[in-house]
């Protein structure tokens, strides 16, 4: 990492592998050509973003032709909320989601409301998860797509993703109106941009209709991301012009930042296992070291069912901000909760959604782990926490 700097932000963004920009690098002098373009240059960049459409397919257990590139997470889940719905109108109005799914698809949602649609958001138990029942439930035959988060950028939590999609998959809507093409009549997208790359995905074994990813969450570079999209799933675009990606995604293809993408994807399948591993030791040495030495700290979310690299706490007495301020002036970069929720000072939606009091959720502290994440980091930040967390208690005028 960056000299005498511990970096635990993992979650909001990764450094770009050595291995990845070495990939990129001809793509963006010698090997520039626009995948549309008919002559040698032209040709070159296709084959290369065809390679790479199989590198990104294959870490999800998908078809290349399922996979569209864009230009981010956030682009691929407001594809999916204004696309499924503004294709399926007809079929029905109705969307469910999660209460902790990031805001690219809470506002989705919330936008999609002031156009007539109808959502409803489930509620999560104390560890975040959604119950498959709940699911169960809440579809109705005016129902066109289930989106629900794989694993949170916040707390860490595995939601039951294989569950939940099967539950979509065998709905039998109780209407004359046939599902087209083959298809499901409720869709299925899952927003897979923290656990893509650091838990094993397949999206046929899990009943994934649609899933999303992003590249700067997997040591590829920023700008880029995909939506893997079932065949036979009726979608309409939101970018229209000249027809690439199927006529999904219209614009000059980003060949530098896919190839990139693409490599970064190769090197989690090649090391997914290892590293998960290694990073569920640290995180668990890092979690349990807190709650031992600090008194008045809650682990928020589920103490095994999180992502490896993903440690989330509250603290009494405690202001998040000035915390992440403290340690960062002892050269660890952390964070309260999800970085988009940094602008707005409002307490974590995540954190109101698994039971905290708005006073508690302001508490907070996420430290995420990563590639270059070293025991000696861990120690380093299990050696100045307590401290910290003292001095502020001591100055808090929470405390009585
Ligand atoms: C779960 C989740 N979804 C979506 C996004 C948005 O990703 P991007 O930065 O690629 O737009 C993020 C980024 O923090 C995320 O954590």
């Known amino acids: 990492m960056t000299e005498n700097k511990i970096y635990l932000d993992y979650a909001a963004t990764t450094p770009v592998d050595p291995r990845v920009t070495k990939a990129m690098l001809p793509y963006f002098s010698k090997k520039f050509g626009n995948t549309m373009s008919l002559h040698s240059f032209g040709q070159e960049a296709k084959q290369a973003l065809e390679e790479s459409r199989e590198m990104v397919a294959d870490l999800m257990g998908a078809k290349p032709n399922g996979i569209i590139f864009t230009s981010s997470a956030t682009e691929s889940n407001n594809l999916v909320l204004k696309g499924i719905a503004f294709a399926n109108k007809a079929k029905g109005r109705h969307i469910i989601i999660s209460s902790i799914e990031h805001p690219c698809i809470m506002e989705s949602a919330k936008w999609l409301e002031t156009q007539g649609f109808e959502i409803t958001r489930l509620k999560v138990d104390k560890y975040g998860f959604v119950n498959p029942d709940d699911v169960k439930k809440a579809i109705k035959k005016e129902t066109i797509l289930v989106s629900i988060i794989h694993a949170s950028n916040e707390i860490g939590t595995i939601q039951p993703i294989e569950e939940i999609g099967k539950i979509c998959k065998d709905y039998n809507p109780p209407t004359t109106l046939p599902a087209e093409g083959g298809a499901p009549r409720v869709y299925f997208h899952t927003d897979a941009t923290q656990s893509f790359g650091k838990i094993p995905i397949d999206v046929n074994k899990m009943n994934i209709d649609l899933l999303s ?188």
């Open 213 to 400: 990813a992003s590249s700067h969450k997997m040591y590829g570079p920023k700008g880029v991301g995909c939506l893997f999209v079932r065949e036979g799933t009726k979608i309409e675009p939101i970018l229209h012009g000249g027809g690439h990606e199927g006529g999904l995604r219209s614009s000059t293809v980003n060949v530098p930042g896919i190839v990139g993408f693409a490599e970064a994807c190769k090197i989690c399948k090649m090391e997914m296992k290892k590293e998960a591993q290694r990073l569920t030791k640290l995180r668990d040495k890092l979690i349990k070291g807190i709650l031992k030495k600090i008194e008045d700290v809650h682990l928020n979310g589920n103490p095994k069912k999180r992502l490896p690299n993903n440690a989330n706490f509250w603290f009494s007495f405690v202001e998040g901000e000035s915390l992440v301020i403290q340690l960062d002036l002892l050269g660890i970069a952390a964070s309260t909760g999800s970085a988009c929720a940094t602008v707005k000072l409002e307490p974590s939606h995540v954190l109101l959604a698994i039971g905290l009091k708005p006073q508690e959720a302001h508490g907070s502290l996420r430290l995420t782990l990563g590639r270059w994440t070293k025991e000696k980091d861990i120690d380093y930040v299990l050696k100045v926490l307590p401290g910290i967390i003292k001095k502020l208690r001591e100055i808090s005028p929470l405390k009585k």
